[in-house]
């Protein structure tokens, strides 16, 4: 075979090479959407996938992947037409806090390297984080205003909500030998609990709960003794002495005592309307092709 031949040879063997590497990398890579100019590709795919519990070869988590980068997109390109900017300070303290989390930076840095990223896509991420965090607050979260009066109504509207259900107060000693808590049982009738548990410290705990906190066998102990009334109970394997000092009956709380909590309903109901509203806005005057 001649020289040029030769050449001509491994050039064609390098083009075949390259052709071959791009359509493979094309294939690992390909774009599932795009967001006006801007692409999403199945590696953002994969790489949301790792950030989260969401398994992507399921249809709906995919459905829901995809969804919130859609979403990332729109806000990203309406805070960029506002140039919006973030301090790199932020950007850096951010990195440390997560670099914190490790053992040290070679430890970071191995991590990234594992899971397919590197330290320029992180501060990329980062950023882009930050600068939505910016949009959402002025598009969203500042339009936010909650009244007195508003809270007020909310409270009457759902009093059944704010009612609080019976609570059981109860002395509890586990042991393994219910002979030992059958002893127990005969020093309380003789002396009170108030004296035994002042040599049995280590073994008595306190509970304060309503019905939904109880293990069941202790709810079927304390739902059927009186005040100042106990039993034994083996739950699992152990003996278990319930004393029950007091049933506060059920209540209603009043308003002072759950404003927080409806404050805080309020808000996250407003905020997750005005953000579908801002998102579907978005969207319409947006250009979206999802690939199959």
Not at 134 to 142: C, D, R
């Amino acid at each position: 075979m001649s020289k040029a031949a030769k050449i001509t040879e491994n050039v064609v063997f390098l083009f075949l090479m390259v052709v071959s590497t791009f359509c493979f990398s094309e294939e690992l890579n390909k774009i599932v959407a795009k967001v006006n100019n801007s692409a999403i590709t199945s590696k953002d795919i994969e790489e949301y996938a790792k950030s989260t519990s969401l398994n992507k070869d399921e249809p709906k988590a995919y459905r829901k992947i995809l969804e919130h980068l859609i979403e990332e997109k729109l806000i990203l390109q309406e805070a960029k037409k506002e140039k919006m900017k973030v301090d790199e300070s932020l950007v850096e303290k951010r990195l440390e806090q997560l670099i914190s989390a490790y053992g040290s930076y070679d430890e970071f840095e191995k991590s990234l390297t594992a899971q397919g990223f590197n330290i320029a896509r992180v501060k990329e991420k980062i950023r882009d984080n930050l600068i939505i965090h910016q949009a959402i607050e002025k598009y969203v979260s500042s339009q936010i205003s909650i009244s007195p009066v508003e809270v007020t109504n909310y409270y009457q509207q759902h009093l059944r909500d704010f009612i609080s259900p019976p609570k059981y107060i109860c002395w509890i000693a586990k042991s393994n030998k219910k002979s030992f808590l059958d002893k127990l049982s005969a020093e309380i009738k003789e002396k009170g609990i108030n004296k035994v548990m002042e040599s049995n410290k280590d073994i008595f705990f306190k509970i304060e709960s309503d019905e939904s906190g109880l293990k069941e066998e202790v709810k079927e102990v304390v739902k059927n003794i009186k005040e100042n009334e106990f039993r034994v109970k083996e739950i699992e394997g152990a003996y278990y002495l319930i004393y029950l000092v007091k049933v506060v009956p059920e209540h209603k709380k009043f308003l002072n005592e759950v404003k927080e909590e409806i404050y805080k309903k309020i808000w996250e109901e407003k905020f997750s309307k005005r953000f579908s509203e801002w998102i579907d806005k978005l969207k319409e005057n947006s250009l979206i092709k999802i690939y199959n």
